[in-house]
């Protein structure tokens, strides 16, 4: 009974907090922190992946950056898929989406697993405390933005976040040392030369290279806007 009890009360806040901040600081903030918000899109992550093994390949980073992302796809999908949380404009009526309507369920929020996660890597490797701060307010901002935006409930991003900070650790202390050492051992059986902490020199002259690596950018850029380009699309065909 407490436990129903416990939820019922974290719906009213949920949705007391959204419909009061929904919107707020009018567009020029709405276009600021719409900005922002995309340090939270998996397609920033992913694009540093391909840099970080096809344009300047470095295992280290490419290991962090990869596992960190990896366990939000293991943890953050089966979550929104088992809770089925409607996103707030889905369940309540003054509610305004201000970007581009998500399709995910709503718990939890990715983009606060992603800045969690991926900012507290970030102020490890740049041993910085002053970092650990920055990456503090970067999180609250973006979350913030989930919320202000009208595509979040504050439960989502906070539960968004705790869970990225796990899954940092978890990638940090297991996963990533695991497939850095994967790499390295898999280096020694390379027939040509590895570059690594520079440019890929391969990207100057060698036409198949080029084209892996456009294609991959490509399809992650795809991924990120297929739903607005077939929107797009069938709004043409209509008219």
Partial sequence: MEAKLV??????????????????????LTTL????????????WMLLMVF?????YDSFLFSNISTVFLIGVLIIAPIKKLINRDR???????????????TSRSF???HSYNVASQGLLFALLLNSPMMVFIVAIIVIVVSFSRIQLGVHYPTDVIFGAF????????????????????????????VGNIYKQVINPLLLGN?????????LLSVIIFLANHKWIVEHYNKTKRA
């Fill in 7 to 28: 939820l019922k009360n974290l719906d009213a806040w949920d949705k007391k907090v959204i419909l009061k901040y929904n919107g707020f600081g009018g567009m020029p």
């Fill in 163 to 190: 869970i990225g900070i796990f899954g940092f650790l978890i990638a940090r202390i297991v996963l990533a040392p695991l497939l850095n050492s994967l790499l390295i051992f898999f280096e020694q059986f390379n």
């Fill in 207 to 215: 036409i198949f290279y080029i084209m892996l690596v456009v294609g």
């Fill in 108 to 110: 939890p929020s990715w």
């Fill in 88 to 102: 707030p404009f889905e369940a309540l009526k003054n509610i305004e989406v201000l970007e581009r309507k998500p």
């Fill in 52 to 56: 970080y093994l096809f344009i300047f």
């Fill in 33 to 44: 922190l719409k900005i922002i918000s995309f340090l939270g899109r998996e397609t920033l």
